[in-house]
């Protein structure tokens, strides 16, 4: 029976192959979209998997308040707190700091760099480490010993096995031995690691780390089978107040299942994260589904007279209701089914450029049960929702009148069917507007005023005596003309780095309660990152004579009170400094807010990172050849490592760049599947009314007039379209931007521009088989039996 509605559906299928060509192509992208958004979901939820147990895993992350606002920074515990937490709460049965490093590796001649963590025991009993050589129980016994991946195993050493108790040499003067290899973490871990060193080896002649005023540390903890988080967490607030006497600052936990997606904070409690893009891309690949289902529809319900004999043969001859609608539903999910083939293909061909945009490694993996289970239910789902209406609505002529030849009353299928075309262009609508809004929002926070300049600048780790030689590769590079300043900072430039609050100031009043920004730099750091200096004198070469002198930001030296900020004091914890400099404000941390004041102090010795202000005239690639050999000349054994500023300033602004480009692809595929609607009801349209434009063509009317007639009324259509479009999408965008500070305001004409976009993509559409229909020979057209 079933194999008897599939062969009439495929006839079906085949005798009208042009309009089920538009109704498998369009199917096919819904498919497509929804897959491939599934495959990038799927990843995003199973970030973390290599954590034991993610319902008892909690890292700690620290609430402080500063001028009333309660603001949430990781890798911001002090180093006693997780051994206190495991002492003093029951509930807490394993707790490690984590501290990330880089690590120069030397082994047979041979060096990389690699990113790793000091951490403790308890560590590995939290993440379900797969230990190829070695135990967990036994990794940490030894100060020096070392745990490394297997990936970095096979860089290391030729033949990466039996490679327990050999010795590595790094940052070529420390020596650790293996004491485990490990299975490789999957990609999609958000505290990765390539080795683990014990804690000890970081905290070794540093009294501070022992200081619960020092926030430097990752605190992690795991909690015992069935500990309630709620009563927990209420217990780890109280720690750090019992312990600093500061009811302003508390200890929080935050859920190993949270880190990824839920890891946005606001006034202290989580407030989404990756989370809402992963709801929103899901709601928008429905969408997309939804509309490829109304072509579906439309097309069907549009050709209702031609299928309305075949409806009366079929009931005379004793078909029922509830058969003819079985046998539309199966040319529908035939429908379906071939698009899912073609979806396949479509799929095979673009993951690895949607790998590329996303910066994922997702596969199709038709051999995973999940991935083949879900394809067949996006199918069947396609299927149905497709073929539903179009089923009833045909089942439901009268074959006596069919048969007679009386027109088909399809008032109510028309209305349907026009609210559908109205829906499709609202939707792309939307897609264009927001395509638009958030580029626009991406744009406007990258083109503002940095205080800094980006342009030309690279940044360079601090490694091996890059410190002690930082004037000789100074001069040397700048003899080349390639590079024309050089400094050193103990921060990222574009991160929040050290800071603390406690401060007391001349002209200052509630001074303690401000966070300041700590940046311990060199005499030419201003000069090469482009920092102006407003006020006074920037540091000397010697830094004996600023040893008690600091520079400072204008938004510290308004904090200061009127007059000029030069000369006044600062008690920075127990020493007293004096101001010599002011510069100008200048952005770090959050790119879409307002950054902390800073204070510059001449300390080349806590250096991490070096600048250099490179001359555009020449090549990147030869300068970045002469840094790398003047480097090797003073720094030997170190690989050359390097970022332009720019670049990473960019990449401040991944999401926001992703969901600019995955708006504009849905836009595309959206408008795409409409206009493939409007191309088949265009094309109908000028079918069944051939014959009225025989007569006009006769009667004198022009091309362009029956242009217009067949046009108007899809004009009005997409008109409405927008009408409906406009204020959902502003409502939509408006919502979004107030998750930024600093934002845009949104514009009249990018809905003008939204909706003359629509209207042209819709004559384009439309006048195809408009003219078509126009320039034919008439005769043709009022030929009849």
Same mark, same amino acid.
């Given at each position: 029976?079933?194999?008897?509605?599939?062969k009439?559906a495929?006839r079906?299928?085949?005798?009208?192959?042009g309009?089920?060509?538009?109704n498998?192509?369009?199917? %096919?992208?819904?498919?497509?979209?929804?897959s491939?958004?599934?495959?990038?979901?799927e990843?995003?939820?199973?970030?973390?998997?290599?954590?034991?147990?993610?319902?008892?895993v909690?890292?700690?992350?620290t609430?402080q308040v500063y001028e009333?606002?309660?603001?949430?920074f990781?890798q911001?515990? !002090?180093?006693p707190?997780?051994?206190d937490?495991?002492?003093e709460?029951?509930?807490?049965t394993?707790?490690?700091r984590?501290?990330?490093?880089?690590f120069l590796?030397?082994?047979?001649n041979?060096?990389?760099?690699?990113?790793?963590?000091?951490?403790?025991?308890?560590?590995?009993?939290?993440?379900?480490?797969k230990?190829?050589?070695?135990?967990?129980?036994?990794?940490?016994?030894?100060?020096?010993?070392?745990?490394?991946?297997?990936?970095?195993?096979?860089?290391l050493f030729?033949?990466?096995n039996n490679?327990?108790?050999?010795?590595?040499?790094?940052?070529?003067?420390?020596?650790?031995?293996i004491?485990?290899v490990?299975?490789n973490l999957?990609?999609?871990t958000?505290?990765?690691?390539s080795?683990?060193?014990?804690?000890?080896?970081?905290t070794?002649?540093?009294?501070?780390?022992q200081?619960?005023?020092?926030?430097?540390?990752?605190?992690?903890v795991?909690?015992?089978p069935?500990a309630?988080?709620n009563?927990?967490?209420?217990?780890?607030?109280?720690?750090?107040p019992?312990?600093?006497?500061?009811?302003?600052?508390?200890?929080?936990?935050?859920?190993a299942?949270?880190w990824?997606?839920?890891s946005?904070?606001?006034n202290?409690e989580?407030v989404?994260?990756?989370?809402?893009?992963?709801?929103?891309?899901?709601?928008?690949?429905?969408?997309?589904?939804?509309?490829?289902?109304?072509n579906?529809?439309?097309l069907?319900?549009?050709r209702?007279?031609?299928?309305?004999?075949?409806?009366?043969?079929r009931?005379t001859l004793?078909?029922?209701?509830?058969q003819l609608?079985?046998?539309?539903?199966?040319?529908?999910?035939?429908?379906?089914?071939?698009?899912?083939?073609?979806?396949?293909?479509?799929l095979?061909?673009?993951? !690895? %450029?949607?790998?590329g945009?996303?910066?994922?490694q997702?596969?199709?993996?038709?051999?995973?049960?999940?991935?083949?289970?879900s394809?067949?239910?996006?199918?069947?789902?396609?299927?149905?929702?497709?073929g539903l209406y179009?089923?009833?609505?045909?089942?439901?002529?009268?074959?006596i %009148?069919?048969l007679?030849?009386?027109?088909?009353?399809?008032?109510?299928?028309?209305f349907?069917?026009?609210?559908?075309?109205?829906?499709?262009f609202?939707?792309?609508?939307?897609?264009?507007?927001?395509?638009?809004?958030?580029y626009?929002?991406?744009?406007?926070?990258?083109?503002?005023d940095?205080?800094?300049?980006?342009?030309?600048?690279?940044?360079?780790?601090?490694?091996?005596?890059?410190?002690?030689?930082?004037?000789?590769i %100074?001069?040397?590079?700048?003899n080349t003309?390639m590079v024309?300043?050089?400094?050193?900072?103990?921060?990222?430039i574009?991160?929040?780095?050290?800071?603390?609050?406690?401060?007391r100031?001349?002209?200052?009043?509630?001074?303690?309660?401000?966070?300041?920004s700590?940046?311990?730099?060199?005499?030419?750091?201003?000069?090469?990152?482009?920092?102006?200096?407003?006020?006074?004198?920037?540091?000397?070469t010697?830094?004996?004579q600023?040893s008690t002198?600091?520079?400072i930001?204008?938004?510290f030296?308004?904090?200061?009170?009127?007059?000029?900020?030069?000369?006044?004091?600062i008690?920075?914890?127990?020493?007293?400094?004096?101001?010599?400099g002011?510069?100008?404000?200048?952005?770090?941390?959050?790119?879409?807010?307002t950054s902390?004041?800073?204070?510059?102090?001449?300390?080349?010795?806590?250096?991490?990172y070096?600048?250099?202000?490179?001359n555009?005239?020449? !090549?990147?690639d030869?300068?970045?050849s002469?840094?790398e050999?003047?480097?090797?000349t003073y720094?030997?054994?170190?690989?050359?490592?390097y970022?332009?500023v720019d670049?990473a300033?960019?990449?401040?602004?991944?999401n926001?760049?992703?969901?600019?480009s995955?708006?504009?692809?849905?836009?595309?595929?959206?408008?795409l599947?409409s206009?493939?609607g409007?191309?088949?009801?265009?094309a109908?349209?000028?079918?069944?009314r051939?014959k009225?434009i025989?007569v006009?063509k006769?009667?004198g009317?022009?091309?362009?007039?029956?242009?217009?007639?067949?046009?108007?009324?899809?004009i009005?259509?997409?008109?409405?379209s927008?009408?409906?479009?406009?204020?959902?999408?502003?409502y939509?965008?408006?919502n979004?931007?107030?998750?930024?500070?600093y934002?845009?305001?949104?514009?009249?004409?990018?809905?003008?521009?939204?909706?003359?976009?629509?209207?042209?993509?819709?004559?384009?559409?439309?006048?195809f088989?408009a003219?078509?229909?126009?320039?034919?020979n !008439?005769?043709?057209?009022?030929?009849?039996e």
């Open positions: 029976m079933l194999k008897n509605y599939f009439i495929f079906n299928l085949w005798k009208n192959k309009y089920s060509a538009l498998i192509f369009g199917l %096919a992208i819904g498919i497509t979209c929804a491939i958004i599934l495959l990038w979901v990843d995003e939820m199973s970030y973390d998997t290599v954590v034991a147990d993610q319902e008892r909690y890292s700690v992350p609430n009333g606002q309660t603001r949430t990781f911001a515990t !002090p180093g707190l997780g051994a937490l495991k002492a709460i029951p509930e807490i394993s707790a490690a984590f501290r990330n490093a880089d590796f030397s082994v047979n041979s060096s990389v760099v690699s990113s790793g963590s000091y951490t403790d025991a308890d560590f590995l009993d939290m993440y379900n480490l230990f190829i050589e070695g135990n967990a129980s036994e990794a940490f016994k030894s100060k020096d010993g070392i745990v490394i991946t297997q990936e970095l195993a096979q860089i030729e033949n990466p490679l327990y108790g050999q010795s590595v040499q790094i940052n070529q003067k420390e020596h650790f031995k004491t485990g490990i299975e999957p990609k999609n958000t505290y990765g690691f080795w683990l060193v014990p804690f000890e080896n970081f070794q002649d540093k009294p501070w780390t200081d619960y005023g020092s926030n430097f540390t990752d605190t992690f795991m909690l015992a069935g309630d988080f009563t927990v967490n209420a217990k780890v607030k109280q720690v750090l019992a312990k600093t006497d500061d009811a302003d600052t508390q200890a929080i936990l935050h859920a299942k949270d990824h997606l839920r946005d904070f606001k202290g989580v989404g994260g990756r989370i809402e893009y992963v709801r929103l891309f899901s709601f928008v690949a429905l969408i997309i589904l939804i509309i490829a289902c109304i579906f529809m439309n069907s319900t549009a209702s007279e031609k299928r309305a004999n075949e409806v009366g043969v009931k004793g078909s029922d209701k509830k609608i079985l046998q539309f539903i199966t040319e529908a999910m035939l429908t379906a089914l071939l698009a899912a083939v073609l979806s396949v293909l479509v095979l061909l673009i993951i !690895p %450029a949607f790998n945009l996303i910066g994922k997702l596969s199709l993996g038709l051999t995973v049960p999940s991935h083949l289970i394809l067949l239910g996006i199918t069947l789902t396609c299927g149905i929702l497709a179009p089923a009833f609505y045909l089942s439901s002529f009268k074959p %009148a069919v007679k030849g009386n027109r088909i009353q399809s008032k109510g299928a028309g349907v069917r026009k609210g559908l075309v109205i829906t499709q609202a939707v792309s609508i939307v897609f264009i507007i927001s395509t638009l809004l958030v626009q929002q991406v744009q406007h926070v990258k083109n503002r940095l205080g800094l300049n980006k342009e030309n600048l690279i940044e360079i780790p601090v490694n091996g005596d890059l410190i002690k030689d930082r004037n000789a %100074a001069e040397s590079l700048k003309g024309s300043s050089l400094g050193l900072s103990n921060s990222n574009m991160s929040a780095g050290n800071n603390g609050s406690g401060l100031w001349q002209g200052g009043t509630d001074t303690e309660d401000v966070l300041v700590f940046r311990y730099v060199t005499d030419g750091y201003l000069e090469t990152t482009g920092i102006k200096i407003l006020e006074g004198r920037g540091f000397s010697s830094v004996a600023d002198h600091v520079l930001t204008e938004s030296a308004k904090l200061m009170g009127a007059g000029s900020a030069l000369g006044k004091t008690d920075w914890f127990g020493d007293t400094v004096t101001v010599v002011v510069t100008n404000d200048y952005l770090y941390g959050d790119m879409y807010g902390d004041p800073v204070m510059f102090f001449n300390f080349p010795s806590e250096a991490q070096m600048y250099l202000r490179t555009p005239n020449y !090549p990147a030869e300068i970045l002469t840094i050999q003047t480097l090797k720094n030997p054994g170190y690989p050359f490592e970022e332009f670049a300033f960019d990449r401040r602004f991944k926001e760049q992703l969901m600019g995955l708006s504009q692809i849905f836009a595309a595929l959206s408008i599947i206009c493939l409007l191309f088949g009801l265009s109908y349209t000028a079918q069944q051939r009225e025989g006009r006769v009667l009317s022009s091309v362009a007039g029956i242009v217009r007639l067949l046009s108007k009324d899809f009005v259509l997409v008109l409405v927008i009408v409906i479009a406009v204020p959902l999408a502003w939509i965008m408006y979004w931007l107030q998750g930024f500070a934002r845009i305001s949104i514009n009249v004409w990018v809905f003008v521009v939204a909706g003359i976009a629509a209207i042209g993509i819709v004559l384009l559409t439309v006048s088989q003219i078509k229909a126009a320039i034919a !008439p005769v043709k057209s009022l030929r009849t």
